[in-house]
């Protein structure tokens, strides 16, 4: 399996609404996307992707295979992604996160993200997304 089709895999274990094998390659072939991924006995388990424009920039997916999760892998994704987010230049980054996602806010805020705001009905099944800044 390629790279795109092992984070599909992934994508498809953790989301209602995965990313196409077509959206992830096209992402990881954009200088503006800054990918990290993690791997345990020679597997991909886990991996994240942000995007950069200017100076901002925003968390686009954060995914741990259910198997592999509270184990900190995902703080330790979100670290290197923010880290090299400033290295890059960027001063401000956003997410949005599904309301429901309670896990996902905790950790977030830990890692020093602040609600900034909702969106109603973002997510399929009309779920609100919770808008989260960290400077």
């Keep these: 399996m390629d790279k795109a089709q092992e984070i599909t895999a992934i994508e498809q274990a953790c989301f209602n609404d995965p990313w196409s094998v077509g959206v ?8 503006h996307y800054v990918w990290e991924t993690f ?7 886990a991996y994240a992707c942000a995007s950069v424009s200017l100076d901002e920039g925003e968390l686009l997916r954060i995914a741990v ?4 999760r509270r184990q900190g892998i995902g703080e330790q994704l979100l670290m290197s992604v923010l880290a090299h987010l400033h290295d890059r230049g960027v001063e401000k980054v956003f997410l949005e996160v599904r309301a429901s996602n309670v896990a996902a806010q905790a950790l977030y805020g ?9 969106r109603k009905g973002y997510y399929t099944g009309n779920e609100d997304a919770v808008i989260m800044e960290k400077m």
Aim: glycine share 10%; aromatic share 8%.
């Design 24 to 31: 992830v390659q096209s992402c990881l072939e954009q200088p």
């Design 39 to 45: 791997t345990r006995e020679g597997q991909l388990v």
């Design 65 to 68: 295979m259910p198997a592999y």
């Design 110 to 118: 830990k890692m020093g993200f602040q609600v900034i705001g909702k």
